[in-house]
T-cell receptor, first 108, second 116 residues
Framework: DAKTTQPPSMDCAEGRAANLPCNHS???????VYWYRQIHSQGPQYIIH???NNETNEMASLIITEDRKSSTLILPHATLRDTAVYYC?????????FGPGTSLSVIP | DSGVTQTPKHLITATGQRVTLRCSPR?????VYWYQQSLDQGLQFLIQ???????AKGNILERFSAQQFPDLHSELNLSSLELGDSALYFC???????????????FGQGTRLTVV
C-alpha cells in the first residue's frame, strides 16, 4: 500500500505557484520523499527528491517539514504544460509504490 | 527521452493468448521495475529485478512472470490473457540502490496492450 496521502485534485492559475501537499506520517528514517508526474498516458517523469532538507532544481522546490511527516512540492510559475497527475512517494528504493496522486489542472 | 526503451509500443491480441513485453533499461542501471496502469487507474507495482535477481514483488498475477537477463534487459510475460489485462505496462530503471545513494527511476513510454 502507498505510504502517502495526497488531495485527489487541485487547480492553479497559470503563472501562479502551485503548492502540492503530501502527508507521509509513517515515513522511516532511511526513506526518501520522491515526486513524479505523469502527463496524460506518458511514462512518469521524475521531478525532485529529498531526505530531510529542502531541495530545489530547475523544475520545482521540495519543502519537507522538520518532523518529515509531510512535504510540499512547489512549481513556482505553473504553465499549462504542468497539467498532470503528481505522485508523492516515500521509498528506500525497494517496492516503489505509487498512490492515486494529485491531478493538477493549470487554468489559463 | 528517458533512455528506457520498451517494445512494442502497441500490442493487440486475443483472449487466452500469451505475449512478451520487452524493456531495455538505461545504460548502467541495474534495477528494473514493471508497472501496470489500467484505463484511468493508478500505477500498480508488479515486480522489481536487480542485476538479474528478483528484488521485490507487488500485485503480480500468477499468469504473469518476468525475468532480467545478463545484459540487464527485462521481459514481462503475460499468459492466458483476459480482457481485464488490457492496460499500459511501464518499465522503469534506476541505478544501483544498494550503494546508499537514492536516485530517481526513469520510465519508458510504455506498451499499450489491448486484449480483444
Amino acid at each position: 500500500d502507498a505510504k502517502t496521502t495526497q488531495p485527489p485534485s487541485m487547480d492553479c492559475a497559470e503563472g501562479r505557484a502551485a503548492n502540492l501537499p503530501c502527508n507521509h506520517s509513517t515515513i522511516s528514517g532511511n526513506e526518501y520523499v520522491y515526486w513524479y508526474r505523469q502527463i496524460h498516458s506518458q511514462g512518469p517523469q521524475y521531478i525532485i527528491h529529498g531526505l530531510k532538507n529542502n531541495e530545489t532544481n530547475e523544475m520545482a522546490s521540495l519543502i519537507i517539514t522538520e518532523d518529515r511527516k509531510s512535504s510540499t512540492l512547489i512549481l513556482p510559475h505553473a504553465t499549462l504544460r504542468d497539467t498532470a497527475v503528481y505522485y508523492c512517494i516515500v521509498t528506500s528504493y525497494d517496492k516503489v509504490i505509487f498512490g492515486p496522486g494529485t491531478s493538477l489542472s493549470v487554468i489559463p | 527521452d528517458s533512455g528506457v526503451t520498451q517494445t512494442p509500443k502497441h500490442l493487440i491480441t486475443a483472449t487466452g493468448q500469451r505475449v512478451t513485453l520487452r524493456c531495455s533499461p538505461r545504460s548502467g542501471d541495474l534495477s528494473v521495475y514493471w508497472y501496470q496502469q489500467s484505463l484511468d487507474q493508478g500505477l500498480q507495482f508488479l515486480i522489481q529485478y536487480y542485476n538479474g535477481e528478483e528484488r521485490a514483488k507487488g500485485n503480480i498475477l500468477e499468469r504473469f512472470s518476468a525475468q532480467q537477463f545478463p545484459d540487464l534487459h527485462s521481459e514481462l510475460n503475460l499468459s492466458s490473457l483476459e480482457l481485464g489485462d488490457s492496460a499500459l505496462y511501464f518499465c522503469a530503471s534506476s541505478v544501483d540502490p544498494s550503494t546508499g545513494k537514492n536516485t530517481e527511476a526513469f520510465f519508458g513510454q510504455g506498451t499499450r496492450l489491448t486484449v480483444v
